[in-house]
């Protein structure tokens, strides 16, 4: 099993930034993607961005040119770096890792208890 800790939200004014973090432990040798996702009350989870063992990351058109998506393949650790924040992007993110046997399909999906995010205005 892979265990999923999120950590660096908080409240945060409008234009402000923050850095998430995921640190992944347990069986990490079946991990080949990471993802954030986010939830607001009342609203679907939605993905955020993610990354693949080849690099290849995805961005959701609200978060592109704000948010940068990386990874620390040593340290097991997915990180969000987030700019000119907005009061939309107020939600719980969630960290998420999977391993893909195919480019469509995948196992072993593992998700982080979340960390809460707030932006004021």
């Keep these: 099993q892979v265990q999923l800790v999120e950590s660096g939200g908080g409240l945060v004014q409008a234009g ?3 850095r998430l973090s995921c640190a992944a432990s347990g069986s990490t040798f079946r991990i080949n993607y990471m ?3 986010r939830q607001a009350p009342g609203k679907q989870r939605e993905l955020v961005a993610d990354i693949r063992n080849s690099g290849s990351t995805n961005y959701a058109d609200s978060v592109k040119g704000r948010f940068t998506i990386s990874r620390d393949n ?3 650790t997915v990180y969000l770096q987030m700019n000119s924040l907005k009061p939309t992007d107020t939600a719980v993110y969630y960290c998420n890792t999977r391993y893909y046997f195919s480019s469509s399909s995948y196992i072993n999906d593992y998700w982080g208890q979340g960390t809460q995010v707030t932006v004021s205005s």
């Design 74 to 76: 040593a340290k097991n």
């Design 16 to 18: 402000g930034s923050l």
């Design 35 to 37: 993802g954030w996702y």
